[in-house]
């Protein structure tokens, strides 16, 4: 029998209502290096704040994802079973694989995009893990995440997902539509490329090759939509909390402060465009829209910066 990794702290749930947000239980000063912040420092400023958690492997004797998954992902009526993210299925927990007859467990950053696998770190990383529903799990495959409109169906039955095969895209129900987001946001702010890890960024364009290996995640811009449309709930509260205070140790900013994603990847005006070029001394290398296709620049037009510096970044200019 394995046997289950606990933290010996324990807590009290405590909630008060503040501009409408039920505050979850963010130790005291845990975000205070990145007060004041916007943009690469404030990134930067949450990895520091996030890295080095306690890492699990993905399958053990021990704690593993597994495991994990049975306490951040059980369903509150019925304690036994597990919610899967893509459908809201509850399903027995104990069960897991069972002969493809019970459940997996989701990368939802798809693991090909940045070739880890189930390494301990960010293969096996539980922010972005969840249960799934295997067939579904099967046919997101790889995808980016994107608006789509084609309904995804499940023995006949819509799950309330949606694809676009021809884009490569993968909507998830509107219910889960922010937390993936902030699982994204979440995975391109703690794998920085330190330590022999990847450096995972999430990108407003759509690669040429769908299969590429490349540490990348689209789609920035409808990701920083489905963040708004779908606010952070309670389930996702209780979610991180019990990842850092049993598990891993560390937060998803993002659903602590979901002000940091417009902070860190918000538009911004040609005046800020022009000066942080001045600033940084960078230089324009091509302007590609979220096809890839090369243009020339459009006033209120979402497209994509390549730098000499071998960054990229998304830029509205506005008039």
């Known amino acids: 029998m394995k046997k289950i990794y606990h933290n010996s702290i324990l807590f009290t749930l405590l909630t008060f209502i503040s501009l409408q947000t039920i505050v979850a239980q963010i130790p005291p000063g845990y975000y205070t290096p990145a007060d004041g912040l916007n943009g690469s420092a404030l990134k930067s400023a949450l990895n520091n704040i996030i890295k080095n958690h306690n890492e699990f492997p993905y399958s053990s004797s021990g704690t593993d994802v597994w495991d994990i998954l049975k306490e951040t992902d059980r369903d509150p009526n019925n304690s036994n079973n597990v919610i899967m993210l893509y459908t809201g299925n509850s399903v027995n927990g104990p069960a897991e694989y069972d002969n493809n007859n019970g459940w997996n467990r989701e990368h939802v950053w798809a693991k090909s995009h940045g070739d880890f696998g189930n390494a301990q770190g960010p293969g096996t990383d539980v922010h972005h893990l969840r249960p799934s529903n295997i067939q579904v799990n099967s046919d997101r495959g790889n995808m980016w995440f994107g608006n789509a409109t084609t309904p995804h169906l499940l023995g006949g039955t819509p799950t309330g997902n949606f694809f676009n095969s021809s884009q490569h895209l993968w909507q ?110 960078k230089e324009i290398l091509k302007i590609i829209d979220i096809t890839g296709r090369e243009v020339t620049p459009k006033s209120n037009t979402m497209l994509i910066y390549i730098y000499n510096d071998g960054s990229r970044e998304k830029r509205i200019i506005t008039q």
């Open 172 to 281: 998830p129900r509107a219910e889960v539509k922010g937390d993936v987001a902030r699982m994204i946001f979440y995975m391109a702010t703690r794998y920085e490329g330190q330590n022999g890890e990847p450096d995972l960024e999430v990108i407003d364009y759509l690669p040429s090759n769908n299969n590429t290996s490349d540490p990348v995640h689209a789609l920035l811009s409808d990701l920083l939509e489905w963040h708004l449309e779908d606010p952070v709930d309670d389930w996702e509260r209780n979610r991180n909390d019990i990842i850092y205070y049993d598990f891993q140790n560390n937060r998803n900013p993002f659903i602590d402060h979901p002000e940091y994603a417009q902070l860190i990847w918000g538009d911004q005006t040609s005046s800020n465009v022009i000066n942080q070029l001045e600033q940084t001394h």
